[in-house]
T-cell receptor, first 114, second 114 residues
Framework: AQSVTQLDSQVPVFEEAPVELRCNYSSSVSVYLFWYVQYPNQGLQLLLKYLSGSTLVKGINGFEAEFNKSQTSFHLRKPSVHISDTAEYFCAVIFTGGGNKLTFGTGTQLKVEL | DAMVIQNPRYQVTQFGKPVTLSCSQTLNHNVMYWYQQKSSQAPKLLFHYYDKDFNNEADTPDNFQSRRPNTSFCFLDIRSPGLGDAAMYLC?????????????FGPGTRLTVT
């Protein structure tokens, strides 16, 4: 079965600390991988994506993610978070052969504290 | 700036009273999507248009309909809203239907059903 899992529903972190948000997927076909951020009462904004090539992907706002095929993971990282990073983060996957349908994980609420 | 616009941002309707949400785009993208996002949940694809071709997700209730009169506009019609239809409705667009094409999201319309 094809699925996307974000095990951490909430991640609290202090400002300027590093953070990692985890994403795992299950698939028998190749995938395209995405991380989106959603601020309260806003739409989704693309942080970064992996389509092919280098497994380390850099995105906006200082975020990066690494595709690990053997572990079927695409964890999002930032070396030093800011208060303004407080938001909901969604990992999403397109399973090839399924058109352009995004399958989202359940989201991780990142709360950055002073 | 090219963008995806949703109106209104907040919509209140009564139980059973038809409601229409609108989405417009200045990106000239071929594909337009409607997602439903309930509180603290991931977005769920309802349907999408590739040009004028309508693609309904198998589990989208018949109560939800859509129209795309031209490239720029797409509407979501809820024929008889129930309390369970209260959610954020997100419109998105992409240049093509391949998974390589990024989806651009609008700010969403939050629907309240009283």
């Amino acid at each position: 079965a094809q699925s996307v899992t974000q095990l951490d529903s909430q991640v609290p972190v202090f400002e300027e600390a590093p953070v990692e948000l985890r994403c795992n997927y299950s698939s028998s076909v190749s995938v395209y991988l995405f991380w989106y951020v959603q601020y309260p009462n806003q739409g989704l904004q693309l942080l970064l994506k992996y389509l092919s090539g280098s497994t380390l992907v850099k995105g906006i706002n200082g975020f990066e993610a690494e595709f690990n095929k053997s572990q079927t993971s695409f964890h999002l990282r930032k070396p030093s978070v800011h208060i303004s990073d407080t938001a909901e983060y969604f990992c999403a996957v397109i399973f090839t052969g399924g058109g352009n349908k995004l399958t989202f994980g359940t989201g991780t609420q990142l709360k950055v504290e002073l | 700036d090219a963008m995806v616009i949703q109106n209104p941002r907040y919509q209140v309707t009564q139980f059973g009273k038809p409601v229409t949400l609108s989405c417009s785009q200045t990106l000239n993208h071929n594909v337009m999507y409607w997602y439903q996002q309930k509180s603290s949940q991931a977005p769920k694809l309802l349907f999408h248009y590739y040009d004028k071709d309508f693609n309904n997700e198998a589990d989208t209730p018949d109560n939800f309909q859509s129209r795309r009169p031209n490239t720029s506009f797409c509407f979501l019609d809820i024929r008889s809203p129930g309390l369970g239809d209260a959610a954020m409705y997100l419109c998105a667009t992409s240049r093509g239907s391949s998974g390589k094409y990024e989806q651009y999201f609008g700010p969403g319309t939050r629907l309240t059903v009283t």
